[in-house]
């Protein structure tokens, strides 16, 4: 009998989280761009960035804690990997552009398509992805043998890049393009995971949420001063702050299970064998399908936009109602593919 590998409850709560930070961000933008800029409705809307921006961060970070520091056979891991990503793709995909086609009247010529496949707004996610994936065999092996010295190394000249992208201070002939980009959050959520830092783990919760808030209130201050920092993800801010979140998760999972704190253990374990805690766990097992499948709610709603002016109303009151409506449809379609043998493949859980 092949034992089930039991899953790592802090990462559920990261996974979870994530996915409803994509869901903040994809549904305010569009209470933002039509609202006056820099009116009380305009900067509430856009201030649901400040979580959504973490949403990409934390599932790449997830995935790197997941995938490196193993030995992997080529033909199996990528197997595995790339049906897992690409066989609910290509199906929602195909759904979206018939959604698009016959509920939206878009173009429907092999550009068109091609634009939809490839340069839709989310799906960016999903390529990036699929390239990451294509590095993690030459990566892995070289975390698994240099350890957390070697991740170390990757992750100072990593952040050297983002404040270079920032205050350019590298001259150009020194190209450090190999360990820029996204991958960096692979490592990241790899050291992030497996590293025992000095400090206690009371004083990691500390740090950590610290971390969080210092690093929200920057993020905040460049949302409302609409300050410019290029591709935002490969800038500083959102490593420290995914960083903060993703270490208070651990460590408050760490100081639960090991009993140190009487107060933390009770909640902790009241979420994790509760109803929400089986409710975390579907949201995690369903966030990709969800990925996949969230737009076609927002489009639902972008339809309704054009005769009733959605996105023109009081964003305190319509952006949580759409963000439940886009979050509850998109889970409960995926929850049903995924109960529905012949549809599961499709689900992406």
């Not at 900067?43 to 973490?54: E, I, M, Q, R």
């Not at 707004?121 to 390239?131: D, E, N, P, R, S």
């Not at 002016?309 to 964003?315: Q, V």
């Amino acid at each position: 009998m092949v034992l089930k590998k039991e899953r790592i409850f802090y990462l559920d709560e990261i996974r979870a989280l994530a996915i409803i930070f994509v869901i903040f961000i994809h549904v305010s933008k569009w209470f933002a761009w039509a609202e006056t800029p820099n009116t009380l409705y305009c900067n509430f809307s856009s201030s649901f960035a400040v979580l959504g921006d973490l949403g990409v961060p934390l599932f790449f970070m997830i995935s790197g804690a997941l995938l490196l520091d193993r030995d992997y056979e080529f033909k199996s891991f990528f197997k595995r990997r790339f049906s897992r990503i690409f066989v609910p793709f290509v199906f929602w995909m195909a759904v979206v552009i018939l959604f698009k086609v016959f509920l939206m009247d878009h173009a429907y010529g092999f550009d068109d398509i091609m634009n939809i496949i490839f340069k839709e707004g989310y799906v960016w996610f999903i390529w990036t992805l699929a390239g990451l994936y294509l590095f993690i065999p030459v990566l892995s092996p070289f975390i698994k043998k240099f350890k957390f010295k070697g991740a170390e190394y990757f992750l100072i000249i990593w952040i050297i890049t983002f404040f270079s992208n920032v205050f350019h201070f590298i001259p150009p002939k020194i190209n450090l393009t190999y360990f820029s980009g996204f991958l960096g959050y692979f490592v990241l959520g790899w050291y992030l995971s497996n590293k025992e830092f000095k400090w206690s783990d009371k004083a990691m919760i500390a740090i950590s949420s610290i971390m969080f808030l210092v690093f929200t209130g920057i993020h905040l201050y460049v949302i409302l001063y609409s300050i410019d920092l290029g591709n935002f993800y490969l800038t500083p801010i959102p490593v420290f702050q995914a960083s903060g979140l993703y270490l208070f998760l651990r460590y408050s999972a760490k100081i639960a299970e090991s009993g140190e704190g009487s107060l933390i253990s009770k909640i902790y374990f009241g979420i994790k064998y509760s109803k929400l805690g089986k409710l975390i766990l579907s949201l995690s097992l369903c966030s990709y399908g969800i990925y996949l499948t969230h737009y076609l709610f927002i489009w639902g709603f972008q339809i309704l936009d054009e005769t009733y002016n959605l996105f023109l109303r009081n964003p305190f009151k319509w952006i949580p109602f759409m963000i439940l409506v886009v979050l509850m449809g998109s889970w409960a379609l995926i929850w049903i593919f995924s109960k529905i043998p012949s549809l599961k493949k499709f689900s992406g859980t």
